[in-house]
């Protein structure tokens, strides 16, 4: 077990050789209540002397160093660190080994974390105890928390009690919480369990839900009860929404009451929008009213878009005036959106104007965006320069940016283009690349 193979190591004066590095470790029982003090040391910052930069540039490369030198926690100690560094980059690799020591509270106690290090490897893997001890609060209290991670391992699995320790309110009251874990687990099954108990809401509030828990549970069933109580706006109005769940429940079905009521939107304004879900229900069916009245860009502005979804209704079709009034980006600019959805609807069609002013970053640039339509059209067709302009990613870009991707639109195949536009992960991935440098790999392929 991981606290009892410490607990010798943490309690007595030994001294650690770790696996033929060219230092040790003396552990002794007074590091570990320093853990328990502010991490913050009176040691001032200094600029590395040019040795030691030298010596951990060589260790994990330039761009790593200026991190690790900009770190407060390290710089300010840097000269004793080196021997963790040159042990940490040769046994984990430069990455794992800048992540802990970027951290001030490993920094400060780092002689005392190795062996702590060593054990979470074993157990859980490098990947799992390097972002444990990446942060401070686990560092300043892993002598209390280690004996709970093992508790918790046994029962729930470790990698499902390492996602409950990534949460910053659970790892300050682990010990506390060992026998709700326990009940939860029993009562709704391990995932649902810790699902719970990584939200902030039903945490906050954990003494007066799990009453209501019981009740939702046995009358809306497991599941349902665990998608509205990991919902924070939920769970911050419990008592007041329980009722209003029964009359849903009734008028539009027990998914759509679920559903409604784990909108933040809705929620938060559900007095007010009662009377509005038999409205709409009517006029568009459970479905559209529903997504409708889970966005909260329309519960916000809900008095002034009603007629709004009247005039769209009959202009463009209710299943695209539901399409756009269930964006938040149309509904909070929808009056001055309104004709330019007639312009795009004459030039280009309904459909491909809905497209268009359902992607958020097209509505807040339309003006802009459109000035660039004609040369995108001219080069790609229309169909492409509707698919470039529509997707978020694009349309986001920056002057620089728009300027890179014309001159490689200009350069590519049009079909190639499109392979590029796959998806939104591999537009993602082009932009981060850079246009510009797509371009130069481009050209340079083609003359192969």
């Known amino acids: 077990m991981l606290a009892r193979c410490l607990r010798p190591a943490i309690h007595t004066r030994i001294s650690i050789n770790l696996r033929g590095t060219p230092f040790s470790i003396v552990f002794s029982r007074d590091v570990w209540p320093s853990m328990h003090r502010h991490l913050a040391t009176s040691t001032t910052h200094r600029a590395a002397s040019p040795a030691i930069r030298k010596t951990v540039v060589q260790l994990v490369g330039e761009d790593s160093a200026d991190k690790l030198l900009s770190t407060k926690g390290f710089a300010s100690r840097a000269a004793a660190l080196l021997p963790t560094l040159n042990h940490l980059t040769h046994k984990i690799g430069a990455k794992n080994a800048v992540q802990l020591l970027s951290t001030n509270g490993f920094c400060a106690h780092h002689k005392a974390l190795l062996p702590v290090f060593e054990a979470l490897s074993e157990k859980l893997g490098t990947e799992a105890a390097v972002a444990f001890l990446s942060k401070d609060r686990f560092c300043a209290r892993a002598d209390t928390l280690l004996p709970v991670l093992d508790t918790l391992s046994d029962k729930i699995g ?134 409708l009245l889970s966005s909260s860009g329309f519960c916000a502005h809900f008095k002034t878009l009603l007629p709004i979804l009247d005039a769209l209704s009959k202009s463009v079709g209710a299943k695209s005036a539901v399409a756009l009034l269930s964006r938040d980006s149309f509904c909070s600019r929808a009056e001055s959106l309104l004709p330019v ?16 002013l359902s992607c958020g970053s097209f509505c807040a640039r339309v003006e802009e965006l459109m000035a660039k339509f004609p040369e995108i059209q001219s080069i790609l067709g229309e169909k492409a320069a509707i698919r470039v302009l529509s997707n978020g990613s694009l349309a986001s870009m920056d002057a620089a940016q728009w300027r890179e991707f014309m001159d490689f639109i200009r350069l590519a195949q049009p079909d190639d283009v499109m392979s590029y536009l796959g998806s939104p992960v591999t537009v993602s991935k082009y932009k981060k690349v850079g246009w510009g440098k797509c371009a130069e790999l481009y050209r340079d392929a083609s003359q192969l």
């Open 158 to 291: 470790t990698k499902l009690a390492v996602s409950l320790f990534s949460k910053y309110r659970f790892c300050a009251d682990a010990e506390s919480l060992v026998p709700v874990v326990c009940t939860l687990c029993e009562k709704l099954g391990t995932e649902s369990a810790v699902r719970l108990l990584s939200s902030t809401g039903f945490y906050a509030h954990l003494d007066a839900l799990l009453p209501v828990l019981d009740v939702l549970s046995e009358k809306f069933g497991v599941k349902n009860a665990v998608a509205l109580l990991s919902k924070d706006s939920f769970c911050a109005r419990a008592d007041s929404l329980l009722p209003v769940l029964d009359v849903l429940s009734e008028e539009l079905g027990m998914e759509s009451a679920v559903a409604l009521l784990s909108a933040d939107g809705f929620s938060a304004k559900h007095e007010a929008l009662l009377p509005v879900v038999t409205t709409l229900s009517e006029k568009l069916g459970t479905k559209s009213a529903v997504k």
């Open 341 to 356: 959805l007639d312009r795009l609807s004459d030039q280009l069609g309904t459909i491909s104007a809905v497209r268009l």
